[in-house]
């Protein structure tokens, strides 16, 4: 680092030892950016990025609810460099917990379809769980490995992001476990991994397609090297938007920010493929309509999408191919000895359509004992939304003067 940042060192060193930076960005599928700037106390980064100045964003109900995701500064910025991707077929591919995935869908909004992979099981279960409450609709959630993916979907992608698996320099300052197993064999390591994930996202980019390579680590074998490497593979580099480029240091095509600059560290790169794809989309088996069961969830829920079934589970597909995944769109629920039974993501993704809420104001204790996994008291029937100053938290189910928690046991949190 010394030898990379000469008359830096010693500020990038004294950052080293400052609190970590802390920011989220807002969900604007969800609400406007107003709603979380009046209930938390942040600063402006760009579009829907922000800085946490105080306080603890997590504990707030608009959390639960799916209004903001937590990400630090510095890991926002290459999809925040992204143009317009709107009605865009978008891969994730290494996509745990979910920041980069979460703002991609949020830039989606609601147009386009974001595919979000996760190699590690239970990484990519984090993933399906802060999708669902994030209540994205256009999301496919995978569990493959890359060339799993490349062999899955082919040449589908307009833009493909690798946020890739590194060596972990930027991470020091968050996480001192971070520094300790940081080794130069686990830098060449990385950069060979690296190189592989590449040539699999490769594989599922169109021509023309964008490629969008990120760590958050600075030595030049994971970073200036891949990108060279991407480029042997007939890409080029893209400009990146100056108000982004101008808060780090530009280097081999792309920008590193580093702790005395911007966040806590991360470097990216956006280009662009040259040559065609290696082959189409192998998407070929689409799933059945539900017919029979389309008027028991109607009641519940205002939905006038094609509702798709598979065995006993019901959702509004995002993709209407039959292939594995965690999460295809929205799960509604399932059917359970004839009964339709409805899932959390049906409360979290469309929750303003549910026909039966208890609203509770953001002042109103009940909030507190409902996240807890308690009854509440409230005056909905059946099935109903519950919501916190007006956005939804999830699901219950009212008779005589009480709400059943529906609540997720996993999600809930102790009282006191
Ligand atoms: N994009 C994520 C976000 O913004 O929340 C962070 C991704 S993290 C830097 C890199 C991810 O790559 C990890 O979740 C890790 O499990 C995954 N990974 C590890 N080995 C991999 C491999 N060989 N191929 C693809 N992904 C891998």
Known sequence: MRATLGAEFGAYLSALGEPPEKGLHINTVKCDEAV????????????????????????????????YYMQEPSAMLPV??????????????????????????????????????????????????NIVRMGYKNVVVTNMRPNVVADTF????????????????????????AARSWSEATVKAC????????????????????????TCTF????????????????????????????????CGGGIKLY????????????????????????????????????????????????IARKNDIL???????????????????????????????????LGNQVREREDLPLDDERIAEYLAGEEIKGTAKGFCAVSAGGYVLGGGKGSGGVIKNHYPKSLRERRG
């Open 36 to 67: 979380v700037d009046e209930a938390l106390d942040l600063e402006k980064i760009l579009g829907n990025c922000r800085r946490v100045k105080n306080g603890a964003p997590t504990r707030h109900p608009f959390y639960a609810a799916g209004l």
């Open 80 to 129: 925040l460099s992204l143009g317009d991707i709107t009605g865009l077929n978008v891969l994730d591919m290494c996509a745990a917990p979910g920041g980069k995935s979460s703002q991609l869908a949020a830039k989606l909004a609601e147009r386009g379809l974001l595919v979000s992979n996760e190699v590690e099981v239970g990484r990519a279960l984090v993933l399906r769980e």
């Open 154 to 177: 082919g040449g589908f992608f307009d833009v493909a992001v690798v946020d890739a698996p590194c060596s972990g320099e930027g991470m020091m300052r968050k996480e001192p476990e």
């Open 191 to 214: 950069a060979t991994r690296q190189k592989e994930i590449l040539v699999c996202a490769d594989r599922c980019l169109k021509e023309g397609g964008i490629l969008l390579y990120s």
């Open 219 to 250: 030595s030049e074998e994971e970073d200036e090297e891949v990108v060279a490497f991407a480029e042997s593979m007939g890409y080029s580099v893209m400009e990146i938007p100056k108000e982004i480029s101008a808060l780090g240091r530009t």
């Open 259 to 306: 702790p005395h600059l911007f966040g806590e560290g991360q470097f990216f790169c956006l280009l662009r493929k040259n040559s065609a794809a290696s082959r189409a989309a192998r998407l070929k088996k689409p799933y059945c309509n539900a017919v029979s069961e389309v008027s028991e969830i109607r009641k519940i829920v205002d939905v006038s999408e094609n």
């Open 315 to 349: 959702f509004l597909p995002a993709l209407n191919f039959d292939l594995p995944c965690l999460v295809n769109g929205v799960l509604l629920g399932r059917m359970e000895k004839g009964r339709f039974v409805p899932s959390h993501q049906l409360f979290t993704a």
